[in-house]
């Protein structure tokens, strides 16, 4: 197939442009005579090249492109349509990521006898086909809302996705559990790492092995389940080396009306403590909602029975709620006709930035509990699977040096996002630009990206990664070639072989090529606490993301290539005297707050 370029595009029979308002691009081919023959009649010509017999998996038969379910040899789902679309559309070959059910966001628009597609992907690009033939068009629109509703997970690209140079089994195995728990035996005996879950029976959010005090046997692990929410019963989620001191996250507790006990329960938290320690448990729920739940038949740790603990009220924002914030930021964003008081005014009412302070404030506590008042943490909220590992990572980043280099950053997100239960699959089936009102679907694990974006930009020098990384981490959780974020817990990647069939991201990520396209080039080795300023003039919009299709980076990424090159030549340089040598200096810590002005006593 030719390479796209300004000069053949008048021969093609369908040109693809970027519809953004302040960027402006040459229109370019998406492909030649045999890709519209698939577009238009969902097979190849017998003589096709490789990218067509490649495109003709794509499509379905327009006849029945609308009426029937796809099969493994028609379609590997959107998300092969989304990389076929951006390798053509795009030189960079990323996956487009459409937006399952709503990536066609208008009616194919007729002008004599061509029609217009616009696509709004899930990475927030917007695309528009121009089409000539109408029958052509509503056809290629058929085939796209067919392949962008398939929801058998065991459908999706990952599961057809063979690069040469990976194997399948490679990454898996990059960042067990049993790792983990090595460093902390090396440190204590009070923790054990226990299989109670291996059958996925006890929870089935969690993963086969989890680590718990040592002093607790399964027998009251299995009661301590019992009594909480889906039965996240409370496991280590870091270890303090410092101090000693370590974070737990579960779901809340089944106290019900009634003010229910669980001494397993009660004794679980207890062997937690480790003899004398106090501990602070925040509830990532406000108060008044906290007793909503407890009628309802959650509710939290009452003082009476867990004495030793200390209940903090952190609320943070999930579900609807937070989607609709994300929806309203990307449209005040794509609207450049905005003047600078009515930019201003929409980006204030999309409370993006303040879900962004809450989650960073959070972090900050559950670290100050932890580094300043040599404390033990619980944090929960209600299922346990969203709020609660936000601010269980997000405070491991701010705490942990380990946690801020490339390779800990990976462990750490296999940790506490994958292997804990973060539901991927419902939480990134849309994106920003569906109109569908899915309860489950809110965009937790973006926030924490932009939280640790955030981070990055107050301390330029303590993240080993790049903002590179982020964006990519972004991309993938919506719309991968890659098994790491399928599914939403370790018992379906089970089920469903995701192991076994899928190549993981972390394979990829790791190759010598790509690793060096997600390194700072500033970074210097920092073993202090970063605690960021949450204050909302240190805040600030995430232009990489938010921004990356309203206008060039070019200037920037020339920049950070030539910093790049200047820091490369240094290294390679003969050292220089102690006199003439030069270091990075961080931003002055910004002290975090008392306790109690961080949070509200229960």
């Not at 003047?339 to 962004?356: F, Q, T």
């Not at 699977?385 to 380990?402: E, G, K, W, Y």
């Not at 206008?551 to 020339?558: A, K, P, T």
Request: charged residues 20%.
């Amino acid at each position: 197939m030719p390479a796209m370029n300004a000069n053949n595009a008048s021969n093609c029979p369908v040109q693809t442009r970027v519809s953004q308002a302040g960027l402006s691009s040459p229109r370019s081919s998406l492909g030649d005579k045999a890709t519209r023959h698939i577009l238009t009649h969902g097979r190849p010509h017998a003589h096709s090249c490789s990218p067509c017999l490649y495109l003709s998996r794509l499509f379905f038969h327009p006849c029945t492109a609308a009426h029937t379910h796809p099969d493994s040899e028609t379609c590997c789902h959107m998300q092969q349509l989304d990389s076929t679309f951006w390798s053509e559309v795009d030189s960079r070959g990323k996956d487009l990521g459409l937006t399952p059910s709503s990536c066609l966001a208008s009616p194919p628009r007729v002008a004599s006898s061509s029609g217009t597609i616009t696509l709004k992907c899930k990475d927030l690009k917007v695309l528009q086909l121009e089409i000539p033939g109408m029958e052509e068009c509503l056809n290629i629109t058929s085939s796209i809302e067919a392949l962008s509703s398939v929801d058998s997970v065991m459908m999706m690209y990952p599961f057809f996705y063979r690069p040469q140079s990976m194997k399948l089994k490679d990454g898996w195995q990059l960042y067990p559990l049993q790792d983990y728990y090595q460093q902390i035996a090396s440190e204590t005996a009070a923790w054990r790492l226990s299989r109670v879950n291996a059958d996925f029976t006890i929870c089935p959010s969690y993963p086969p092995a989890v680590i718990v005090p040592a002093a607790v046997d399964d027998n009251t692990l299995k009661k301590a389940a019992r009594f909480h929410q889906g039965g996240r019963f409370p496991v280590l989620s870091y270890y303090h080396r410092k101090n000693g001191t370590v974070m737990l996250r579960s779901s809340q507790p089944l106290i019900g009306p009634n003010r229910k006990r669980c001494p397993e329960d009660e004794r679980l938290l207890s062997a937690a403590l480790d003899g004398g320690k106090r501990g602070f448990i925040i509830d990532t729920r406000s108060a008044q909602a906290a007793k909503q739940a407890r009628m309802m038949g959650g509710g939290t740790e009452p003082k009476a029975t867990y004495p030793c603990w200390k209940r903090l009220h952190r609320p943070l924002e999930r579900g609807r709620p937070l989607q609709e914030s994300f929806m309203k930021l990307v449209e005040a964003c794509n609207d450049t006709a905005l003047g600078m008081d009515r930019w201003l005014s929409k980006l204030e009412s999309s409370k993006w930035l303040a879900h962004v302070k809450g989650a960073l404030s959070a972090a900050c506590l559950a670290a100050q509990c932890m580094e300043r008042e040599e404390a033990c943490v619980l944090v929960h909220g209600a299922e346990g699977t969203d709020t609660s590992l936000l601010v269980t990572a997000l405070a491991q980043v701010i705490l942990d040096p380990d946690c801020r280099t490339l390779t800990g950053f990976q462990g750490l997100l296999e940790r506490e996002w994958i292997q804990a239960g973060h539901p991927f699959h419902s939480r990134y089936a849309r994106s920003a630009y569906s109109h569908a009102r899915l309860k489950q679907e809110a965009p937790i694990f973006l926030l924490f990206l932009n939280c640790v974006w955030q981070l990055g930009r107050q301390f330029p020098f303590s993240l080993e990664f790049s903002e590179h990384l982020l964006l990519v981490l972004f991309e993938h959780a919506y719309a991968s070639s890659y098994g790491t974020f399928l599914c939403n817990s370790e018992k379906e990647r089970y089920l469903c072989e995701v192991k076994e069939k899928t190549h993981s991201l972390w394979s990829w990520l790791n190759q010598p090529s790509e690793w060096k396209k997600h390194l700072n080039p500033l970074y210097t080795y920092n073993a202090l606490v970063i605690w960021p300023s949450v204050e909302p003039q240190s805040l600030q919009l995430w232009q990489g993301l938010f921004l990356r299709w309203i206008r060039s980076s070019q200037y920037l990424d020339e920049a950070w290539a030539e910093i790049q090159r200047l820091v490369t030549s240094c290294e390679d340089a003969p050292e220089e005297s102690a006199g003439d040598r030069q270091c990075h200096s961080q931003p002055a810590a910004v002290h975090p707050l008392t306790i109690t002005e961080l949070g509200n006593e229960g």
